[in-house]
């Protein structure tokens, strides 16, 4: 089975456009309420951004997007002061 990367995920939700976002929000509430994302969700999110995806490919894809869900979740929760400075400069590590 053929997995998909980071940078081919990024590029189908960025894909998506103003329809994915809805969508996505539809997701994040799935997800809060049930744990998991829809396999209907699923494919109309495939659907709408333009992306073909095999059969045994699902599992990987769902599996990925429900990580990608919680960890807006764990962004969302985080409670950041107004009197925070921004970052000067992000340096990512591995």
Same mark, same amino acid.
Request: hydrophobic letters at 40%.
């Given at each position: &089975?053929?997995?998909?990367?980071?940078?081919?995920?990024?590029?189908?939700? @960025?894909? #998506?456009?103003?329809?994915?976002?809805?969508?996505? +929000?539809?997701?994040? #509430?799935? &997800?809060?309420?049930?744990?998991?994302?829809?396999?209907?969700? *699923?494919?109309?999110? *495939?659907?709408?951004?333009?992306?073909?995806?095999?059969?045994?490919?699902? !599992? @990987? !894809?769902?599996?990925?997007? +429900?990580? #990608? &869900?919680?960890? *807006?979740?764990?962004?969302?929760?985080?409670?950041?002061?107004?009197?925070? +400075?921004?970052? !000067? #400069?992000?340096?990512?590590?591995?």
């Amino acid at each position: &089975m053929e997995r998909i990367s980071r940078r081919k995920f990024a590029e189908i939700i @960025s894909g #998506a456009g103003i329809a994915g976002t809805a969508l996505l +929000e539809t997701m994040y #509430a799935e &997800m809060q309420d049930s744990g998991s994302v829809s396999r209907g969700s *699923l494919h109309a999110f *495939l659907e709408v951004s333009g992306t073909k995806v095999r059969d045994e490919q699902l !599992v @990987s !894809v769902q599996a990925s997007l +429900e990580r #990608a &869900m919680e960890s *807006l979740k764990r962004i969302r929760d985080r409670e950041v002061r107004q009197e925070t +400075e921004p970052a !000067v #400069a992000f340096r990512a590590r591995r």
